[in-house]
C-alpha cells in the first residue's frame, strides 16, 4: 500500500524530480570520465616526464599506418599511452598461477580501483552553476560529512592491494601486500591528523563548505587560501598522501629491486593495468583533496560570484555560466600541476628503507600531526571559533 | 531507508555472517566479517546515524580487520577443517539448536512490542557530527576521556604481550600461509 | 520506511549466528571474529533503538562499543600470537594445559 503510494507520487510529480536524476547521472559521468582521462594524461606525462628527467627519449615509437609521420608531426608518445598500450595489456593472457585463489585473484585490483574512484563523488568541481530555473550544486554528491567519507574510503582501499598481494600464491607478493597494508595504515593517521586540522580550521566537514570559506582576500590582495591558514597540514598531507599512493619514494611495497614487482608480481593484462590505474587515481586524488583543503578548491583569485574585484577596486563583471566555467577550469588545473608536482617527486627521490619509512610516519608525522591539531584547537577557541 | 533496500542489505548481513562462521580459510572469514561490517555501517547511516557508521567503516573495516590479517598472515595459519572436526557433533547441535531458540525467543519479544512497529521521523540534525560531539564530551566526558586510558592500557599491553623475549626462537611464523602452500608444503591441519 | 522491528529481527539473527559460530567452530580467530559479530548485532539494536525513542545515546553506547572492541582486538591478538609462539596452535581445544 505504502509502496504504491509512493510510486504514485513518483509519477505525479513533475518532472523535476526526473531532471534532478538527469543532473545527477550527468555529474557523475563527467567525473568518472574526467578522473579515467586524466589519469591517461597522467601516465603520460610520467612516461614523457620521467624520460625527460633520465635523459631518455621514452615513448616515441607508436602511430596509425605512419600517418604522423607522413605528415611530419613530432611524436610525443600520445598514441604510445593512449591507444597502442591499453590494447596491448587487455589483449594479453589473463594469467593467474597455479594454486592460487581464483575468485579474490580477480577481485583484488577491482577492490583497489574502486574504493579510490568513489571518492570523487564528493570532490565539488564548482559553486552553483544555474541554468535556467536550475540551480547546479558542481559538487556530484553533497554530503555534509563528506572529510569522514574521505577517510572511509581511503580505509578501504587498503584490501585490494592486501589480497591481491595474498590471492596471489607468491611470496614476494605477499610480502609486498603486508608491506602495502602496513604503510597505509600507518599514513592514514597522519593523513587524518592533517584533515581535522583543516576540519578543525574551517568548523565543517562539507568539502563545498570548505571551498566557499576560502573565497575573498586578506590584506586586500591575498587570496584566503588554507595554506597560509595550515602550512603543516599541507606538508603532512602532500607526504602521507604520497605514501598512500605507493609511489617512490614509498613504494616499498612494488619494491622491484627486492620484490620482484611487490603485490602485483603474478598480475597480468587487463588485471594489472587496473591496478597501474589505481596508483595514477590516487595521485590524482591526493592532488585533489589537497587543491580542495589548501589552494581553494575551485576559487579563482579575486573571481567573485559575480565576477572579477581586482585589488584595485576594479571590476570585470561576469556571466554566471562564465563564473562556473572558470572555477570549474581553475580546479582542474590545480590538480593537474600538483599531481606533475608528485609526479616530480616521484623522479627526483630515492626511495626508502622499511625502517625509515616507519620511523617518518610514526615518530615524524604523527606527532607532528597532533602537534598541529593541538596548536590548531588552541587557536580556534582563541579566535572565538564554533 | 526504503523496504527493498533494506531487504537487500540485510541479505547481505547475513550471507556475510554465515560465510564468516562458516568458511574453512581464515582470511575468507575476516573477509566476510568485513562484508558484514560494512553493510551494518550502511544500515547506521540508513538509520540516521552517520557519523557512527562512517566511523563504523574507519575504524572496523579500515583498522581493527586488516589487524586481523595480518595476524592470520603472520601466524602461518593454513586453511582448517572449518566447521567439521573441533568439538563434538552433539555438542554443535546442541549449541546450533540453543542459539536458533535464542532467535526465535527474541524474534517473539520484539514481535510483542508494538511501539517498534511505529515509524517515527527524526529531526535531521540527529546524528550529525555536531550532534553526536555535543552529547559527547558534555554528558558522557568523564567515560570518553577514560576510554583514551584504556586505549593507552590497549596498547601498551598488546605490545607487552606479542613481544618476542630474548632467546624465544624466531623460526615460528617464518613465512605466512597463501591459498596454495598447502599443497606445496606437508599439511599443517589446525583443527 | 523499514519499522525499527525489522533492524531488532536482523539483530537478533546476527547474533544467533554468532553464537553458533562461537560454539562451532575451535579456531580461536574465528570465535573472535564471531564474538565481534555478536557485538556488532548488538550495536545494531541500540542504534535502532535509540532511533526509536530519538535519543542519541544508543549511538554514542555503539561509539564506546567500538572503542573497547578496537582495544580488544589489539590485546586478544597479541595474546593469540603468543600463544601461538608458545603452542604452536590456534585450536582453543589444545589449549587444556590447566584442565584435569
Known amino acids: 500500500m505504502r509502496r504504491r503510494a509512493h510510486t504514485q507520487r513518483l509519477l505525479a510529480s513533475d518532472s523535476g524530480v526526473t531532471i534532478e536524476l538527469v543532473i545527477g547521472a550527468i555529474k557523475a559521468v563527467v567525473i568518472v570520465l574526467l578522473v579515467l582521462g586524466l589519469t591517461t594524461l597522467m601516465l603520460w606525462f610520467e612516461r614523457k616526464g620521467s624520460a625527460l628527467i633520465q635523459d631518455r627519449i621514452g615513448a616515441n615509437r607508436a602511430d596509425i599506418f605512419g600517418l604522423g609521420k607522413r605528415l611530419g608531426m613530432p611524436n610525443f608518445g600520445v598514441i604510445n599511452t593512449v591507444l597502442a598500450d591499453p590494447i596491448k595489456m587487455f589483449t594479453k593472457e589473463d594469467f593467474v598461477p597455479d594454486g592460487a585463489d581464483r575468485f579474490l585473484h580477480g577481485l583484488a585490483p577491482f577492490l583497489a580501483l574502486f574504493p579510490v574512484i568513489i571518492t570523487f563523488a564528493v570532490v565539488p568541481m564548482g559553486d552553483i552553476l544555474k541554468i535556467g530555473k536550475y540551480e547546479i550544486d558542481l559538487q556530484p554528491a553533497n554530503l555534509n560529512v563528506a572529510a569522514l567519507y574521505v577517510l572511509a574510503t581511503i580505509g578501504i582501499g587498503v584490501y585490494g592491494i592486501a589480497l591481491g598481494g595474498w590471492a596471489s600464491n607468491n611470496r614476494w607478493a605477499l610480502l609486498g601486500g603486508i608491506r602495502a597494508s602496513a604503510q597505509m595504515i600507518s599514513y592514514e593517521i597522519a593523513m587524518g591528523l592533517a584533515i581535522i586540522a583543516v576540519v578543525v580550521t574551517y568548523g565543517t566537514l562539507d568539502l563545498q563548505q570548505m571551498c566557499r570559506a576560502q573565497g575573498g582576500v586578506w590584506f586586500g590582495f591575498l587570496p584566503r587560501w588554507g595554506i597560509l591558514l595550515q602550512p603543516v597540514s599541507f606538508l603532512l598531507l602532500l607526504i602521507s598522501g604520497m605514501a598512500e599512493s605507493k609511489r617512490v619514494p614509498f613504494d616499498l611495497p612494488e619494491g622491484e629491486s627486492e620484490l620482484v614487482a611487490g603485490y602485483f608480481t603474478e598480475y597480468s593484462g587487463g588485471k594489472q593495468a587496473v591496478f597501474m590505474m589505481t596508483d595514477f587515481a590516487e595521485v590524482l586524488l591526493v592532488a585533489v583533496l589537497i587543491t580542495v583543503f589548501f589552494f581553494g578548491g575551485w576559487q579563482v583569485p579575486w573571481l567573485y560570484r559575480d565576477g572579477f574585484h581586482f585589488p584595485g577596486g576594479a571590476a570585470w563583471l561576469l556571466p554566471n555560466l562564465a563564473v562556473a566555467i572558470l572555477q570549474f577550469v581553475a580546479f582542474w588545473i590545480k590538480v593537474i600541476i600538483l599531481s606533475c608536482l608528485q609526479i616530480l617527486i616521484r623522479w627526483t627521490l630515492p626511495r626508502l628503507r622499511y625502517d625509515q619509512l616507519m620511523r617518518l610516519g610514526w615518530k615524524g608525522l604523527v606527532p607532528l600531526g597532533l602537534l598541529n591539531l593541538v596548536a590548531t584547537a588552541f587557536v580556534v577557541v582563541a579566535a572565538g571559533g564554533k | 531507508m526504503p523496504q527493498w533496500l533494506f531487504a537487500f542489505l540485510a541479505a547481505l548481513a547475513i550471507i556475510g555472517a554465515l560465510g564468516t562462521i562458516l568458511q574453512r580459510n581464515l582470511v575468507h572469514c575476516v573477509l566476510g566479517f568485513a562484508l558484514v561490517l560494512i553493510d551494518l555501517g550502511v544500515l547506521y547511516m540508513g538509520l540516521g546515524a552517520v557519523t557512527v557508521g562512517f566511523l563504523q567503516i574507519i575504524v572496523y573495516v579500515g583498522a581493527i580487520m586488516v589487524l586481523f590479517l595480518f595476524v592470520i598472515w603472520l601466524l602461518n595459519i593454513q586453511a582448517d577443517t572449518g566447521v567439521r572436526g573441533g568439538a563434538s557433533l552433539s555438542l554443535k547441535l546442541v549449541g546450533a539448536l540453543a542459539a536458533a531458540a535464542l532467535a526465535a525467543e527474541l524474534f517473539v519479544v520484539f514481535s510483542h512490542a508494538p511501539k517498534l512497529r511505529e515509524v517515527r521521523t527524526i529531526a535531521p540534525a540527529f546524528g550529525s557530527v555536531a550532534t553526536l560531539a555535543h552529547v559527547l564530551f558534555s554528558r558522557y566526558l568523564i567515560a570518553f576521556e577514560t576510554t583514551s586510558l584504556l586505549l593507552l592500557a590497549a596498547i601498551v599491553g598488546a605490545v607487552a604481550l606479542a613481544r618476542r623475549l630474548a632467546g624465544q626462537s624466531a623460526e615460528v611464523a617464518a613465512m605466512p600461509s597463501q591459498p596454495g602452500s598447502a599443497a606445496r608444503e606437508s599439511r599443517r591441519e589446525v583443527a | ?100
Do not use: C, H, K
Open chain 3, 1 to 100: 520506511m523499514t519499522p525499527i522491528i525489522d533492524y531488532m529481527a536482523l539483530s537478533a539473527l546476527l547474533f544467533a549466528i554468532g553464537a553458533i559460530g562461537v560454539l562451532i567452530r575451535r579456531n580461536v580467530i574465528v570465535m573472535f571474529l564471531a564474538i565481534e559479530l555478536m557485538l556488532n548485532a548488538v550495536n545494531l539494536a541500540f542504534v535502532a533503538l535509540g532511533r526509536r525513542i530519538g535519543s542519541m545515546d544508543g549511538q554514542v553506547i555503539v561509539f564506546f562499543v567500538m572503542t573497547v572492541a578496537a582495544a580488544e582486538a589489539a590485546v586478544g591478538l597479541a595474546i593469540i600470537i603468543s600463544m601461538f609462539r608458545n603452542r604452536e596452535t590456534v585450536n582453543a581445544d589444545e589449549l587444556n594445559l590447566l584442565r584435569w
